[in-house]
């Protein structure tokens, strides 16, 4: 199952280097600085609110229908046929209650207006990770691979041809890169849903109530949990905008900032994806889980460190390269930001673990006590401090709750903590702030001194131990001979 996940996770994280950069730092940032802070900032507090009462769209299926399907294949035909048509029911009570709030809230025509096409895409988007949840409770990994990126490479295709195509004399509208996305979900939901086609074994589509009555009930605490994430997730922008008077241009500033961790996120989040199915059939063998989950920890946690501390010391060289406006602002919210990214990678594996376990009702407890520190923490934090007491409200829910997450994964499980290992780590960390603050110091390219400090940070990791290379090339090139080692590649 390791020598699976580091295959798998290998092929994910390719595909994604080769697509989602450049939607994000080549394709969004472009709009951005076309369209300027304010008409940014304006498009992103909406999506985010869109995203608020997203869960509606979901109600927990796609977490609950992945874990499901790994455990019992057969179910797939049953599943779809009934699932289908619930998420159609759905998305029409999503509608009409995110529009309602949007009227409470004061929102004005053109602002409706925009939310009902991101209202439309979220429903595409939903749609699309929930066939992808059957293609991954499959084991189908390289499918779902090229699914995850397929959306960001239509719109790679579609928005460089309004921006670079000459196609009109216009700058590009902040309307235009919404309908951009549109389309790419559209044909992306139409290729996943031919492809879990020819998996089930049939489809017809069914109206099915007492069957949605059973299956919501089942799936609630995974749509609770994820209600809640959301909120402390995504609620920054949207309060930002509301509460302040140059709401819009601050939510602008955030936005920018927010790119740098949302890529991040994309490459963590990954490993959630492979490692949902893995935990959850490991489980219901009975297998242990400790191995998997300590390769994981240490495959996301190394490059995360690298990339937070090169952040935090070339925060304001990274948003100058980026960015024509609000460059030092956005520098600052970037530092606070991006420290909140060990929080979402442990979140992604422990988090993780305790959803393939079935452990809702400590994650759901988890979930609303953090949702009520970032509003709280908000609300005190943005009228003093603007975008950066957002930032900062975010960095410590974030790293609060994946503490938690750890808590309780230790608890459930019995995981005893590995001193030597968190000594490593330390070690690991002390050398690499060290050092990356030497090269910023007496390198005088900038980019230079970015890089070689992070591949000096892989040299530490595997100076230390915390990877040893010749283990997992054995298990990459023979899964029989890595037996013999079992244990071995984490052992200290």
Known sequence: MKRNFVIN??????????????????????????????????????????????????????????????????????????????????????????????????????????????????????????????????????????????????????????????????????????????????????????????????????????????????????ALLILLMVFYNRIDSVMLERLLPNGKEQAGIYAQAFRILEAASMFAYLFAVLLLPMFARMLKKKESIEELLKLSSLLILVPAFILTINCFYFNQEIMDIMYVAHVEESAIVLSFLITGF???????????????????????????????????????????YQVVGSAVASMITQLLTAFSQIIIAKYVFKIKFNFKLILSFAVFIMFYISSTYFFKLNIDNWVYSFLISAVFGFVIAFAIGLFKIKLLFKMLKSPSEFIKDEGKILKY
Not at 146 to 156: A, E, G, H, P, T
Not at 375 to 382: E, K, M, P, T
């Open 342 to 384: 060990i929080g979402i990678c442990m979140t992604y594996i422990f988090g993780t673990l305790l959803t393939s376990n079935g452990n809702m009702r400590q994650l759901n407890i988890m979930a609303t006590c953090g949702m009520i520190l970032n509003i709280v923490l908000n609300l005190i934090l943005i009228q003093k």
């Open 9 to 222: 996770l290998a092929f994910l994280l390719l595909l994604n280097v080769l697509i989602k950069p450049f939607w994000i730092f080549g394709v969004e940032r472009t709009v951005q600085n076309l369209v300027g802070a304010e008409e940014f900032g304006f498009y992103f507090s909406l999506l985010n609110f869109s995203l608020l009462l997203n869960i509606i769209l979901d109600v927990g299926i796609t977490n609950y229908n992945n874990r499901n399907i790994a455990q019992n294949s057969s179910i797939l035909s049953k599943y779809v046929s009934n699932i289908v048509s619930l998420k159609f029911l759905l998305a029409g009570i999503y509608a009409v209650i995110t529009l309602f709030a949007a009227f409470i809230i004061g929102y004005d025509n053109r602002q409706i207006l925009m939310l009902l096409v991101l209202i439309f895409n979220q429903f595409l988007l939903s749609f699309v990770l929930y066939l992808r949840s059957n293609i991954s409770g499959l084991h189908l990994f390289k499918t779902d691979s090229f699914l995850s990126v397929l959306d960001r490479l239509l719109m790679i295709i579609i928005c460089s041809v309004l921006i670079w195509g000459n196609v009109t004399d216009e700058i590009i509208k902040i309307e235009w890169f919404i309908f951009a996305q549109t389309g790419a979900y559209l044909l992306t939901a139409f290729v996943a849903f031919i492809m879990v086609l020819s998996k089930a074994s049939f489809f017809k589509l069914k109206f099915n109530f007492k069957f949605y009555r059973v299956f919501l009930k089942q799936s609630f605490p995974y």
